[in-house]
């Protein structure tokens, strides 16, 4: 048995670099360029995509505004959780921890599943080798519950690596059409708001929110983070920044590369294929062979870092009381949450088996279960989160400006909540089901808040969550 050592995580043991290499790799450039690009093109507003990638870039630095304004005073490893409990009250708070658990255990079943079929894919164009998805999704979920448990400077070296080569291919893609095409094939008018609203915007801006998942992960690791004040700030607006830009030239150069007139009937025709094809016709038949093989390695990487966050919300719940406290253990050398990573991984590859058992397909049965869920639960925390920024900063004391306290939160509660009205109105879209089992999933969100509520008010003994004041004196209970 693994010893533990109490329930502290490794403190400093990441700076601004580190941060972003893990919210990048949660949005996986080159494996969400070759889906969400077409999606967000073919199923939503066309060659109005591209701008759409800037909106909702500025959207979220408009979030981040409070968000990472809080993040100068509480650090924990709950982030959305503990924010909200620190704002709101533990009632809402326990429950948004519930949602992010549905949120982020959801995310490391669809791309743990996402990871085995091309992994099998893989290895059976390359190698010659038939290995079936689900024994490529055990494998793959394994490793990264082995780098888990040597902590996070471990998962962060090796997304370092993968990450830093999957993004090479993408630019080199995106030059690789500019210098083919020239630069007067790329229409202006995709940052029109003509363009941008034109289709069906609320698919687009679905697909396109989706790619920017994970960003939060930033505070989520903010307990084991140099200098949290000043490093959780930073890590996040140099992210979406990031994530904004290349995903935004890589959409843009898409429809280059088609031509305008083209790029709805070739993305909706033919999704899967439409990056492979831009990328052979301007780089050649080597970029074949780089991307089966890269795009396996981007899943991996998405894989970590969706593990790794959905382990420290467990982690973070257990050890404020709302889940079992053994959860809350951490390894006694490297202080990874790793009884909460087994627990995590272990219901991931259970729930990936049943759908394997079931001869279910990884994409349009499981893939239709649990990418909806992700997106929406993320989007719906957000709104919450942005609310929680204007109660915590009324009742803390703090002396902030009125826009970082009441303005932009209130601004991107709004806005964000119009952005949460679009994706449940397109939830089958976005899922690629029309089943009513599917249609009702959402449901499960509010039965998680409710849930929350119900486990706070028969919990008054409770002692005061653990929230890191990282500049002033301590916080006094919640």
């Known amino acids: 048995m693994t010893e533990t050592h109490g329930t502290t995580l490794r403190r400093n043991a990441m700076g601004v670099p580190e941060m972003v290499f893990l919210v990048i790799a949660f949005a996986a450039p080159l494996a969400a360029s070759t889906t969400n690009i077409p999606m967000a093109i073919g199923l939503g507003n066309g060659i109005g995509a591209p701008g759409t990638w800037l909106v909702v870039g500025l959207l979220l ?75 490529c999704s055990m494998i793959g979920l394994a490793a990264v519950f082995a780098l888990c448990v040597l902590g996070v400077q471990a998962s962060v070296r090796l997304l370092g690596v993968l990450l830093a080569l999957e993004t090479l291919l993408l630019v080199a893609i995106i030059v690789a059409v500019f210098v083919n095409v020239g630069p007067g094939e790329y229409p202006l008018r995709s940052f029109s708001p003509a363009e941008i609203f034109s289709g069906t915007p609320g698919v687009a801006l679905a697909f396109v929110f989706s790619t920017f998942l994970g960003f939060e992960a930033t505070a989520i690791f903010s ?59 301007n780089l050649g038949a080597w970029s074949s062979h ?20 959905a382990s420290r919300y467990l982690f973070a719940l257990a050890r404020d009381g709302w889940l079992p406290h053994a959860l809350s253990a951490t390894h006694r050398r490297y202080r990874s949450p790793h009884v909460a990573a087994v627990v995590q991984i272990t219901i991931s590859a259970a729930v990936v088996l049943a759908y394997a058992i079931a001869g279910a397909d990884p994409f349009t049965q499981l893939g239709a279960t649990f990418v909806g869920m992700t997106t929406l639960g993320v989007v719906s925390l957000m709104v919450v989160v942005s609310i929680a920024v204007i109660g915590y900063f009324r009742k803390s004391g703090h002396a902030v400006g009125v826009w970082t306290s009441t303005i932009a939160p209130a601004a991107s509660a709004l806005l964000l909540a119009i952005t949460l009205v679009l994706i449940i109105d397109n939830f089958g879209l976005l899922t690629g089901s029309d089943s009513q089992v599917i249609a009702l999933l959402p449901l499960t969100l509010l039965v998680a808040v409710g849930l929350g509520f119900f486990v706070a008010s028969r919990r008054r003994d409770q002692p005061p969550m653990v929230l890191d004041e990282v500049e002033e004196p301590a916080l006094t209970a919640v």
């Open 290 to 309: 780089a991307f089966n093989i890269l795009i396996v390695t981007s899943l991996f990487a998405v894989l970590i870092a969706a593990h790794n966050s």
């Open 61 to 135: 630095v408009l979030f981040s505004v409070g968000y990472t304004a809080m993040s100068r005073y509480i650090s924990n490893a709950g982030a959305f959780y503990a924010y909200i409990t620190a704002g709101l009250g533990r009632g809402l708070g326990v429950g948004a921890g519930y949602v992010a658990l549905i949120a982020y255990f959801s995310s490391v079943i669809l791309i743990g599943a996402f990871f085995g079929f091309f992994a099998s894919a893989t290895l059976d164009a390359e190698l010659g080798i038939s290995v079936s998805w689900p024994v």
């Open 223 to 281: 307990e084991e983070a140099r200098d949290p004040k000043r490093t959780v700030s930073r890590a996040t607006y140099v992210a979406i920044a990031v994530i904004a830009l290349l995903y935004l030239a890589a959409s843009w150069s898409a429809v280059a590369a088609v031509g305008a007139s083209d790029a709805v009937a070739v993305a909706a025709g033919d999704p899967g294929a439409m990056i492979f094809a831009i990328a052979g016709d």
